[in-house]
Nanobody, 126 residues
């Protein structure tokens, strides 16, 4: 898989905010969709939110972050950002950026992703 680079993770207290950034090595327009996933120890990977790189479509993940997370893109900088607010301890996880066709980003199987990042850790304390 091509490598994406995430940044912006860290430790915050409950109620705090974080902005994660994902840097792609090439024009994100080529990817069709980019998205954020998270995985906590002992839990399955879950989608947080995804965005079309060629249009305006945004795909919320089936998780508990609804209303607390937004996603944006900058085609000129080849970046996608995830803005998270009102963070909760249960949001603690490794957050990964991914790229691929929208059908794969949204519905899988994730083994067909075109690019993946090593992740950035988010830790929320109560």
């Amino acid at each position: 898989l091509a490598q994406l680079q995430e940044s912006g993770g860290g430790s915050v207290q409950a109620g705090g905010s974080l902005r994660l950034s994902c840097q792609a090595p090439r024009d994100i327009y080529n990817y069709d969709c980019m998205g954020w996933f998270r995985q906590a120890p002992g839990k399955e990977r879950e989608g947080v939110m995804s965005i079309s790189t060629r249009g305006k479509a945004i795909y919320p993940g089936a998780n508990s972050m609804s209303g607390r997370v937004t996603i944006s893109k900058d085609n000129a900088k080849n970046t996608v950002e995830l803005n998270m607010t009102n963070l909760k301890p249960e949001d603690s996880a490794m957050y990964h950026c991914a790229a691929g066709t929208c059908s794969v980003i949204v519905g899988g199987p994730w083994k067909f992703l075109k690019a993946w990042g090593q992740g950035t850790q988010v830790t929320v304390s109560s």
